[in-house]
């Protein structure tokens, strides 16, 4: 098992979650995703425990879900079981489901996807974004089919980007100086390029033809990134620049899949729509196009090979990346594994199968 | 391995075995359907003993197969081989193609997957449909990508229907008071819904809007159900209203997908074939649009975990289905396993391969 | 592991390598190839050492390639990292690529991906082919979804051609005579169909209705065979006849597909392109829609079982591929496992990865 289950993921764009239920998989585990009557998002498995029918497909009565299969209600709020429609209609004590604990902030739905008892909201980062309406504000999502490892790594190495994504959100082949700032379960990285031609995607609200590039990133276990990135006329002051607040945030869908939500603020231009527009535009083809087919084609040539195990060459610029690893590695060996994945296995619901 | 191979499947039906070979995968085993010059069905393993070629797609050659990669032919009686075409022509005794128990009734082809020795005529269950000329009839067949245990649950909890297919065979919603009568191997589930909407199929030739639904479903192991399915008027004797027989036979493809082949027979307006049309097409969506996606997602959400072990919610609908499992284990545990999905491996065969 | 490493295969056709590399699977192993500035194929891994990129999409570079993720640079005839833009450009001693030895003959580029100290250019095979300019030559080459070992039976006995052939290469259902030669590591398959309809692809260039074929095929572990096939007047002497020289270069791609590379030379009417055109179509045909659905139906109903564990049938006709199955078995088992495939592993890479 390489997934931390105890932390903070995000599950959803606020947008995303309304009256109607849907289902995401989060970490392997089915997830429905609904508002309540007071608004409120609700997140709890999407497996009934009788059959195992996609709750997400039943009907939504009031503040319940109705199984499609056999017609269980369950409560949005609670989980339980609250009508069964058939015989003497007695409830059973199992007819539960594993419910998650779930916040929403700054228009991001937020899930603990491990045991309840250690979720604290407390911990949910503060993405630092510039505020919606004070700036221009583009989000966007994706699935990508690789190991959610490998987006960490590509994040905390942006050396690659003068390659992969030269043309699009970076000068050519220029040189990074680089600093990084260790956490015990957090990694910064700041870095600058100086008097480099001006990338695409900040040409769109920075008109001269170089500048400084300045980019803080930060991460924080288990999968929230928060970015500034900063272009200034060459050796001028960053806070005077065209300035950019971002944020990456990495959901593993299973062991090989993983989800990217990504949102971006800026500070100049910010009503400008069609400037919102050439940044999606832009933002979209890097992440769709260039980053995630290459972390494919290179999980594809790890062959499942554990990582470590292929000793591969260590670079300077891979530090960051690898502490990553570390870090995880050891948050993962301390947890303990939960099992809201499975109807049942929980202690209460241990009560035995009626014999027949 | 959950399949039971000494018990009586549906092949196929008779109208779809001709003259010319077909390939259909029974138990997992790949076999050869086709009717010699007498018109008798013969089953037998699709496999050259040779080089493993499908048989279906050689020659047919008077009441002889040809294998299209080598060109050996095989007796379709006797499942021998009776030329070699190469060197002198001699036969080896090991070039001989396992043949199935088949026996065609009721426009039905039944095999016997297991053990020849054990297969007994006798015990192929009795459909009881209403015969053909007499009244309409309606069948159709298709594979759905599920385990079969999954489609036997689906059958023996009929709770489902009025959640699942309202709208094509069931009123929405409405109660159903159910009784079981269980046998040694086999499983008999009477139940009615009274005073109901009368259901999209059934109102095809039953013109009152309300009615009683009366079903008598049995299954027969391995996967014969026969089913009564009767609409009356309200409060009246079943024997006078609009009845149906029915039958579903549940043959497993593989382990993860199953062959359905289903049968109706109806008393009333039974010459109007538009009547036939309507019904073939709201059972085939049913069972194609409703029953296989259900069944798929609760398979897909079972994830390769024994059902057992999962300690599912009991409610008193699933004692049919639960007993139905724990028939098939018994009968599962008690069988010899056979070797006719191998060339070679029965005692017969084991003539040495000869060294060069 | 059933494969050769130790031996030459053919990796591509000499007009397949050009300035651009590109990338081809061989035995497992992702291969990059790719011309010099001095016209000399170079064959290495298509693995970045550092994070696995496929270093053929990356951008060339005079005579070094580099990385399209990260920037490092490879030199294409020692495989050392030659350039490394981050930091202080240090290079680490890891960062190098295996190099496949690699030998271009007679329009084949042949590699060697086993341990490059075995590799012996005197064993490649001269291939026998009627030089080009002199003769009709036509070239073909597919990838084919199934085992290598299933493609070396087929052409090891080509009895099969009159069944599923015929149309195409053969006579339909003749006698042949056969005589096997046997080599310590080859396999010489001699034989004569007499008096027989003359095959679709041997009259576009031998006028005569039937004749006599004559075909000399020669199988050279692991992967090579060269043939003569030859039509006469019925009783005429082979010499004076139409005379072709074939070859079919097999190359596993994995364990469970395979590389299929066939030339074709003739001695008549050799200048005449539309015969050339004839040649290409019926041998495609042959091997695409005859051999390939064949073989991998056959791998189908084998269901990954190990081939002689099945105990098939044994016909006279099998003497050779059955032989041949064991020639591969005694040299796979003599093999020393090399390690090409991953970085780092092999002695000179064991350098610990730098501790963070």
């Not at 425990?49 to 497909?57: I, Q, S, V």
């Not at 539960?96 to 902030?105: A, D």
């Not at 001028?236 to 993983?258: C, F, K, M, Q």
Request: glycine content about 8%; some cysteine; proline content about 7%.
């Amino acid at each position: 098992m390489a997934l931390l289950k105890n932390g903070w993921y995000c599950a959803a764009t606020s947008a995303e979650v309304g009256d109607k239920p849907f289902a995401r998989r989060i970490l392997g585990l089915p997830v429905l995703l609904v508002r309540d009557s007071s608004g409120r998002v609700q997140a709890m498995s999407d497996m009934c425990p009788h059959r195992f029918a996609p709750l997400h497909k039943g009907v939504r009565m009031g503040d319940a879900v109705e199984c499609p299969y056999h017609g269980l209600r369950f409560d949005l709020t609670s989980g339980r079981c609250v009508h069964n429609p058939h015989g003497d209609g007695r409830i059973p004590d199992t007819a539960r489901i594993p419910k998650f604990p779930v916040e929403e902030r700054q228009e991001v739905v937020w899930i603990w996807p491990g045991d309840p008892q250690l979720a604290t909201p407390d911990s949910i980062p503060d993405l630092q974004l510039f505020a919606p309406g004070a700036s221009g504000r583009v989000a966007g999502c994706m699935t990508m089919q690789v190991d959610y490892r490998l987006v960490l790594d590509n994040l905390l190495d942006l050396s690659h980007a003068v390659y992969l994504h030269a043309g699009t959100l970076a000068p050519s082949r220029a040189k990074r100086e680089v600093t990084n700032i260790n956490g015990e379960t957090s990694i910064r990285v700041n870095s600058v390029m100086r008097d480099v031609a001006t990338p695409s995607s900040l040409g769109l609200y920075f008109p001269a033809a170089r500048g400084d590039v300045h980019s803080h990133i930060e991460w924080m276990a288990p999968g929230t990134f928060r970015q500034g990135l900063t272009i200034t006329e060459v050796g001028a002051d960053p806070e005077a620049g065209a300035i950019t607040r971002n944020a990456h945030l990495i959901t593993p869908e299973t062991e090989r899949s993983t989800h990217y939500f990504w949102f971006h603020s800026r500070n100049r231009l910010a009503d400008n729509q069609s400037i919102d527009e050439g940044t999606r535009a832009i933002l979209s083809k890097a992440f769709l196009t260039e980053d995630e087919p290459m972390i494919a084609a290179c999980q594809s040539y790890q062959a499942g090979r554990e990582f470590f195990s292929l000793t591969s060459v260590f670079l300077p610029t891979d530090r960051a990346g690898t502490r990553c690893r570390r870090i995880m590695e050891r948050l993962i060996a301390g947890q303990t594994i939960t099992s809201t994945d499975r109807p049942g296995t929980a202690p209460e619901f241990r009560e035995k199968q009626e014999s027949v």
